[in-house]
């Protein structure tokens, strides 16, 4: 089965990338359900200071839990994408999971990635506002947060295997692009519901 990730900036329109790629029959996406979710959960269990650093952990960090997250996505893709036999691409987004493309590579066949980009003042506003973790963030953390996600973006989005879809573009009324990104994985961008996007 083919797999695409959603990642990007907190608060860059991923959750509603998702949404309109997950409306065609042919793409199968969770939300925030695959390793980065289930490690960001454990390792603020054990370690506190990612609060204040969110990109602190390693990707050989996740080699240690590696089982356990296995069985925790596995398990969830499995609930999700039951009544789903028809898609012929499955996924999943979470906004960090844009540090970890390289580690994804690795561990799949071609996958394919959509990346979400917003600008900054509004990316650090709606932080503070919408995300717990960040709301404790003075606003120079924040832009330092927006900073590090961007150095993995700048450097994913000129890959061959990614596609980028700007929030700002969206709020303009270029919803094409999220068919574009459907064509970009090879399936029918005609497929998804625009509708989804005349709140954005």
Not at 12 to 30: C, F, H, N, R
Not at 122 to 145: E, R, Y
């Amino acid at each position: 089965m083919k797999t695409v990730f959603i990642g990007g900036y907190p608060r860059s329109g991923t959750t509603i990338a998702q949404a309109v790629l997950d409306s065609s029959p042919e793409i199968s996406l969770t939300n925030e359900q695959s390793f980065i979710h289930a490690f960001q959960f454990l390792y603020r269990k054990f370690s506190p200071r990612v609060h204040a650093e969110p990109l602190a952990f390693a990707p050989e960090d996740l080699e240690i839990l590696l089982p356990l997250l296995t069985k925790h996505w596995i398990k969830a893709w499995e609930e999700y994408h039951e009544g789903r036999k028809e898609a012929k691409m499955i996924g999943d987004k979470v906004p960090a999971s844009i540090c970890y493309f390289d580690w994804l590579r690795a561990r799949f066949d071609k996958p394919k990635f959509i990346i979400c980009t917003r600008n900054m003042v509004d990316t650090v506003n709606s932080m503070k506002k919408n995300v717990p973790q960040f709301a404790h963030l003075g606003v120079k953390d924040l832009i330092n947060a927006y900073k590090q996600f961007k150095v993995h973006i700048d450097r994913e989005a000129k890959k061959e295997d990614t596609f980028v879809i700007d929030l700002d573009k969206t709020k303009e009324g270029d919803f094409a692009q999220y068919a574009n990104a459907v064509e970009f994985l090879g399936l029918d961008g005609s497929l998804v519901d625009l509708t989804l996007l005349n709140n954005e």
